[in-house]
């Protein structure tokens, strides 16, 4: 379960982006979460990917009531959400080859003997190819690095996966594709899945369902 | 295909280009890298526009969208090397001008601007952080038209209302514009020098469903007052709503051309990637096209596309040349 009830976040204490806000997910269960640019719905992503701490409210993930945020946050719960960001640009280490890229939480968790081993599993489900695995981010088109940031996220195998407009800069093409690749891993593993986005026909054809901002807010009951 | 078909379309193209305000033949432009490789970022494309028209250009990102629009304003780096013609038909009967062959300063003083406006992509990137909308609008009337100083304040005043921008905000600047006024500001900048021509550059990009509706529906304004428009997108959904005509290009290269209720119609698109893309819509199949695009530095002598289409065969190894405005060995039948 992932449970956000009455979150109070924003960037100024004096003047939260939003106030009240609740959402949540059962074990497994893809939600679409949609809104107007502007209403807050991704700093909500980030509180739940652990990496924006809210003004008040409290966030259960999983059984376990989240009390630290960011590098604070114990690294069990840390590891058990992955991000994907709407710009996959200003996402990437551009010292970093896509290979790096995908490799990075493994090594930043002690794990970086099983890298290699992981990426060649990766790069495959999101249509990566090993001489793109090589090149770093000024050498690839704004779709393949996306592709690479989603691999990055999978690379700890999450139980929760945020993707927050992961596919507002791209074609329809690397849309499907990038969704396919989401749900081939979701079908693979149970994860769940927050998607954020103002794409209505995306978010309704992708999810379990979808949940208005508004609903959100009104702390109206969304089950 | 018989022949008589043929030549009637051939007809129909030549006319097209006779009464074109833009008419663009066998458009290369390469990109010379260190260690001698070349980006073939645009090959032999051809395209008419005329007054009243939206042409669509669409193709995944990536494949040379961009750089045509950037070509026809002269505004790529040293490394490019530009072959064909473009010509932009003159003002008034005057002749056409070649807007590859031009030199910067025929460009610069003429063109760009005043014969070409251009609707950037990330307007909020191409507004200056520090100046008024009002005052954007109000140095580009100076540099634009030989209007007197004191009555520069209204025609900044009546060029914003044009694009819609509300006058109310004409003394904010940009960052504290929303992306859809921000986007306004721009198009009102684009359409101050009267140009009859638009290139509208990813217009749409990042702003969500309500305002890429406005955007379109507030461009498809300026074509129906007689201006043409060619508006690069891989939003098909922005294509759909205001364009007359699609052309799709892949890997440099434009593949099909066709009328916008043919493409989207239940006719659909001939050329196997323009129906992948089409598909790949969440409100469509929602299927991606297997593989990726392939790398402008290494493209096949054959049809760019064969290694990731359904229908390709030994043949796919020559390239196709266009017929019929569809450059495929076999093109689909249209569904209806």
């Known amino acids: ?223 | 295909m018989t022949g008589n078909v043929l030549r009637a379309l051939e007809a129909v193209t030549a006319e097209r280009a006779g009464t074109a305000l833009l008419s663009v033949r066998g458009l290369t432009v390469r990109f010379r890298l260190s260690g001698g490789r070349t980006v073939d970022a645009v090959s032999d494309a051809d395209l008419d526009l005329v007054p009243g028209e939206c042409l669509a250009l669409v193709g995944e990102s990536g494949c040379g969208k961009s750089v045509l629009a950037s070509a026809l304003l002269g505004l790529l780096p040293a490394n490019a090397e530009t072959t064909g013609t473009a010509l932009l038909a003159g003002p008034d009967g005057t002749g056409p001008t070649d807007l590859l062959a031009a030199g910067e300063k025929t460009l610069a003083r003429t063109v760009r601007g005043r014969r070409v406006g251009l609707v950037p992509q990330s307007p909020a990137a191409h507004l200056t952080p520090v100046r008024t909308v009002r005052a954007h609008l109000e140095e580009t009337v100076r540099a634009l038209t030989g209007v007197p100083r004191r009555e520069r304040r209204a025609r900044a005043e009546e060029a914003a209302e044009r694009a819609a921008f509300p006058a109310t905000h004409l003394d904010r600047h940009p960052h504290e514009l929303s992306g859809g006024l921000a986007q306004r500001a721009a198009t009102a900048l684009a359409l101050i020098g009267d140009a009859r021509l638009l290139l509208a550059d990813e217009p749409t990009t990042g702003l969500d469903r309500d305002l890429v509706d406005r955007t379109a529906d507030e461009l498809r304004r300026h074509v129906d007052e007689g201006r043409a428009l060619l508006l690069i997108t891989h939003d098909l959904a922005a294509a759909e709503r205001i364009a007359d005509r699609v052309a799709v290009m892949y890997a440099g290269r434009i593949v099909e051309t066709a009328p916008a209720h043919r493409f989207f119609g239940p006719a659909g698109p001939r050329h196997p990637y323009a129906r992948g893309l089409l598909d790949a819509l969440p409100e469509r199949a929602f299927t991606p096209i297997p593989g990726m695009p392939p790398e402008l530095t290494a493209l096949p002598d054959g049809c760019a596309f064969a290694p990731r289409c359904p229908r390709a065969t030994d043949l796919c190894g020559t390239r196709p040349e266009p017929r019929a405005a569809v450059a495929c060995h076999h093109p689909e039948h249209p569904r209806a």
């Open chain 1, 1 to 223: 379960m992932l449970e956000l009830n009455g979150i109070t976040a924003g960037y100024d204490r004096r003047a939260p982006v939003f106030r009240g806000a609740r959402l949540t997910l059962a074990p497994g269960e893809s939600v679409g979460l949609l809104g107007p640019s502007g209403c807050g719905k991704s700093t909500l992503a980030r509180v739940a990917a652990l990496l924006h701490r809210p003004d008040a409210g409290r966030y259960v993930l999983d059984g376990t009531e989240i009390r630290a945020w960011r590098h604070r946050a114990p690294r069990e719960l840390r590891t058990a959400v992955g991000v994907v960001f709407q710009q996959p640009r200003t996402a990437a280490d551009p010292r970093l080859t896509l290979a790096d890229l995908i490799a990075e939480p493994l090594r930043a968790t002690g794990r970086g003997a099983e890298a290699a081993a992981r990426v060649a599993d990766l790069a495959p489900t999101v249509g990566l190819t090993p001489e793109l695995l090589s090149r770093r981010p000024h050498a690839v088109s704004d779709g393949q690095l996306q592709r690479a940031c989603l691999a990055r996220a999978l690379s700890l195998r999450p139980r929760w996966l945020i993707c927050d407009e992961m596919t507002a800069m791209l074609d329809a093409s690397t849309t499907a594709a990038l969704v396919a690749a989401v749900e081939t891993y979701r079908a693979g593993t149970g994860a769940g899945l927050l998607a954020v986005g103002h794409d209505r026909v995306l978010l309704e054809r992708w999810c379990d369902r979808t949940v208005e901002w508004k609903d959100c807010l009104t702390g109206g009951d969304e089950r």
